[in-house]
């Protein structure tokens, strides 16, 4: 494990390159695919689908934990609304540029994916392509409802002692999240602005189960997001495709890069 420093904070990451030798010959051509985590993710809770990824897709991969999350640097504030707009706009493009990364690949989760979603409409940063994975760009109210029945799992089962395996500080990782999205001001979140701006690639998937957000989610990024779209809704499927359904979204990754390693 190694640290950067970003937005005034250390954080941990990890690098991967593909075990196959033929693909690593090739890896100065290929763009690097940076995994942004879930709200309660981290590098670890990723567990081995980055390196999967990596191996089946000939690229390079970036994993990092945010800050207040994983091994990186604990909160020393609650978060405010914008928490996510402050990830995509300031300690993105600090990760990025510290670790001589252009033109990624993001692959983001759950709150990682709005973020990639800001980060790639913002336009700070050339982004090859953007699988989205869950992504939230409004408020419905299934995803408050479950938040909050969150909290309670937590304050009532050993959810704490199983993030632990995950987090330094697991009871700071999920207030700091849970907290935010409980809070009445966050009703009014909302990133459908960057939407318009987006020409990379977009690859959207979602379970058709997902206890935290309806395909209204992605319907809405499809019909705004100016470059091209493609959508896997996946049956049987809850709020992690990447779990839930791993083979296929692990495909469907892999046709997605190879499609965009050779767009310049």
């Not at 081995?48 to 207040?68: E, K």
């Not at 979204?249 to 046709?255: C, M, S, V, W, Y």
Request: hydrophobic share 40%; aromatic share 8%; net charge neutral.
């Amino acid at each position: 494990m190694s640290y950067v420093h970003a937005a005034g904070h250390r954080l941990e990451y990890k690098r991967l390159r593909p075990h196959d030798a033929a693909a690593r010959r090739d890896l100065d051509e290929a763009p690097v695919l940076v995994f942004l985590h879930e709200g309660l993710g981290s590098t670890a809770l990723w567990k081995d689908f980055p390196q999967l990824v990596a191996d089946s897709t000939g690229c390079s991969a970036l994993v990092y934990s945010r800050h207040g999350y994983g091994k990186s640097d604990p909160l020393t504030r609650p978060r405010a609304v914008d928490y996510m707009h402050e990830e995509a706009l300031q300690t993105l493009p600090q990760v990025l540029a510290s670790l001589a990364i252009r033109e990624p690949v993001l692959i983001g989760h759950s709150d990682g994916a709005s973020i990639a979603l800001i980060h790639a409409g913002a336009r700070r940063w050339p982004v090859r392509g953007l699988v989205a994975m869950a992504p939230h760009v409004f408020i419905e109210e299934i995803t408050l409802e479950s938040i909050a029945q969150a909290k309670l799992t937590f304050e009532t089962t050993d959810l704490a002692v199983k993030l632990k395996r995950y987090h330094n500080d697991p009871a700071s990782a999920f207030r700091g999240w849970n907290e935010i999205w409980l809070n009445p001001d966050f009703r009014a979140w909302n990133i459908e602005e960057y939407l318009p701006n987006i020409e990379a690639p977009l690859l959207l998937i979602q379970g058709e189960d997902d206890r935290y957000g309806t395909l209204a989610q992605i319907r809405a990024i499809a019909r705004a997001a100016r470059g091209p779209v493609r959508e896997l809704i996946l049956p049987r499927c809850g709020h992690s495709p990447h779990v839930d359904r791993k083979q296929e979204t692990l495909e469907a990754i892999r046709d997605f890069v190879a499609e965009v390693k050779v767009q310049r």
